[in-house]
């Protein structure tokens, strides 16, 4: 995954996945609202509209402001990409 997949962008207020961007707002309350609001309608996933890809958006979103659920997004990606990275088959055995 290459550095810059998801960020958000400060000096535009703007969301970025990949190739999309999502405006977002510049206030603190108003990103901790957003988040909120895309956690508690990926709650709601099962309804047509909504769904149950609102709640990683608003994780990401409340990462921005909140530093426990930084620490916790920052572990989860240190666990994947640990996770996904390729077994190391070089090194030596101990016996």
Avoid: C, Q
């Avoid at 970025?16 to 405006?23: A, D, N, R, T, Y």
């Avoid at 769904?51 to 426990?68: A, K, T």
């Avoid at 920052?74 to 016996?95: E, L, Q």
């Amino acid at each position: 995954m290459s550095k810059g997949f998801y960020r958000l962008d400060h000096a535009r207020g703007r969301l970025k996945l990949g190739s999309v961007e999502i405006p977002v707002p510049k206030s603190r309350a108003g990103r901790i609202a957003v988040g909120s609001a895309f956690i508690g309608g990926g709650a709601l996933g099962f309804l047509p509209i909504l769904g149950f890809w609102m709640v990683p958006v608003g994780l990401l979103v409340l990462s921005h402001d909140l530093s426990s659920v930084r620490r916790s997004r920052r572990r989860m990606a240190v666990w994947w990409n640990r996770r996904n990275a390729p077994k190391n088959t070089d090194a030596p055995t101990s016996r």
